[in-house]
T-cell receptor, first 113, second 113 residues
Framework: GNSVTQMEGPVTLSEEAFLTINCTYT??????LFWYVQYPGEGLQLLLKATKADDKGSNKGFEATYRKETTSFHLEKGSVQVSDSAVYFC????????????FGTGTRLQVTL | ETGVTQSPTHLIKTRGQQVTLRCSSQ?????VSWYQQALGQGPQFIFQ???????GRGNFPPRFSGLQFPNYSSELNVNALELDDSALYLC????????????FGPGTRLTVT
């Protein structure tokens, strides 16, 4: 079956530090990959996506590249801000699964001044 | 463009009771998916509705049921509530035939005592 593995948190960084959150996956077919962000007390917001190998998704300074050879989709940002503090979820949709999102367990990011 | 809305925001029920949660899709979307997010975990897929029929179901018992209405809004019903049903319930809407982007509502926090 499909699964997503994320690095455990919390990740604590100082403002302007470089961020990497690792994500690897197991899936049948050719999945589409996503990063969602959840701010405290809120639902999930789509942060970025990639639908095929070597695609790079980007949004708000965050980037992730779909690496089929390593089955990875690591999230990066060059300079984090306090406002980036949230929980980040890596997720996939595999073909033929009724558009069912499979999520990782989430990684909490805390950015301090 | 109206986003995904859910009601109620919070709900407290007693074990054995029944509950109905509601979701209005984002305008232009025809598919609704429901997810359960336990504290500290990633969301788990419950089921999806398209054209008013269930179109895929996760590993949840039959006491979790749903409806989709002609205006694409949806309900999630849970019978015989158990303590483990306490969670954040998230509704996501999408357009069937698109590139699987799902947009989430703010969620309903259900507490079962």
């Amino acid at each position: 079956g499909n699964s997503v593995t994320q690095m455990e948190g919390p990740v604590t960084l100082s403002e302007e530090a470089f961020l990497t959150i690792n994500c690897t996956y197991t899936a049948t077919g050719y999945p589409s990959l996503f990063w969602y962000v959840q701010y405290p007390g809120e639902g999930l917001q789509l942060l970025l996506k990639a639908t095929k190998a070597d695609d790079k998704g980007s949004n708000k300074g965050f980037e992730a590249t779909y690496r089929k050879e390593t089955t990875s989709f690591h999230l990066e940002k060059g300079s984090v801000q306090v406002s980036d503090s949230a929980v980040y979820f890596c997720a996939l949709i595999s073909t033929g699964t009724a558009s069912k999102l499979t999520f990782g367990t989430g990684t909490r990011l805390q950015v301090t001044l | 463009e109206t986003g995904v809305t859910q009601s109620p925001t919070h709900l407290i029920k007693t074990r054995g009771q029944q509950v109905t949660l509601r979701c209005s899709s984002q305008s232009g979307h025809n598919t609704v998916s429901w997810y359960q997010q336990a504290l500290g975990q990633g969301p788990q897929f419950i089921f999806q509705y398209y054209r008013e029929e269930e179109n895929g179901r996760g590993n949840f018992p039959p006491r979790f049921s749903g409806l989709q209405f002609p205006n694409y809004s949806s309900e999630l019903n849970v019978n015989a509530l158990e303590l483990d049903d306490s969670a954040l319930y998230l509704c996501a809407s999408s357009f069937w035939g698109g590139i699987y982007e799902q947009y989430f509502g703010p969620g309903t926090r259900l507490t079962v005592t």
